[in-house]
């Protein structure tokens, strides 16, 4: 069952759109773009294996597909400027997970919030939509679903952006000691202390640290994300996300290997001063990827903030030379 949004929810999330479609490349098989009304984002949901799972989509659906995964703690929201621009030359889907943005957020004691259950049902939606191959857009959260995607069939990965989404030890550094006791103790105690990480100073945090131009960050980015974050229970939610985060570094191995064996074309745009996926998460790789367009960006967390237009100029290249 498809459904769209209306009301005061929809209108909260849709945001304001700043960014127009990045001018197509001088050459010649680039698609003309596609009508306007298939551009316009629309605002669906779909139940999959019994939870509602919302999304945004645009673009022709006929036309080469672009995923979109969200990081902690934001949702499809934080994609509201690169949709129009991929749009007009792609089909582009950016769905919620589990416990965010308008998607379903059932109890954490009768729900498994993994990120291995969080790749099974996107890889559902797209099933329930028809898309078979996909390149995905890879942020925070969004590395570990997307990876697990990859891992399950390969072949319908057709590349990689990866943005600040970490697949290596070398990226996992201090910030996550905090993390990393509450994979060895999930006490209480130890959950307490990330119970800090859910509150409006660190969202702001997220967003603001390590940006040059903080003018450029709307207030409506983490006002938004924090009311969703209050929301009863959402907590104890994020709780299971940290505790499973911790079930990703068994896979990196294997997620390597992958790489190394696919060779999947891959565009990395990568904000250097991210305090929570430094830098050192983004060099390795250069050790496994061939096909590597890497950037590091003078910004931080949250790189589409402050670089959208460039990180949109860029996915836009890369998009119209892979093979779909």
Partial sequence: MFRRFHGPLAAALAGALFLSAAPAPAQTGVAPPAPIETQRTQYLSAVVDGVEIAYREA????????????????????????????????????????????????????????FANTARLMTALLDRKGVDRFAVYLMDYGAPVGYRMFAAAPERVTGFVIQNGNAYEEGLREFWDPIRAYWADPSPANGNVLRGFLTLDTTKWQYTHGVQRPELVSPDTFWHVQYLLDRPGNQEVQLEYFLDYGTNLAEYATWQTLFREHQPPALLVWGRNDHIFPADGAHPYKRDLRDLEFHLLDTGHFALEEYGPFIAERMLAFLDRIEH
Wanted: hydrophobic share 40%; glycine share 8%; net charge negative.
């Fill in 59 to 114: 673009g022709d659906p006929a036309r080469p597909t672009i995923l979109l995964l969200h990081g902690f703690p934001t949702s499809s929201h934080m994609f509201r400027k690169l949709i129009p621009a991929l749009a007009e030359r792609y089909h582009v889907l950016a769905p919620d997970y589990p416990g965010f943005g308008a998607s379903a957020m059932p109890p954490a004691e009768s729900f498994e919030y993994s």
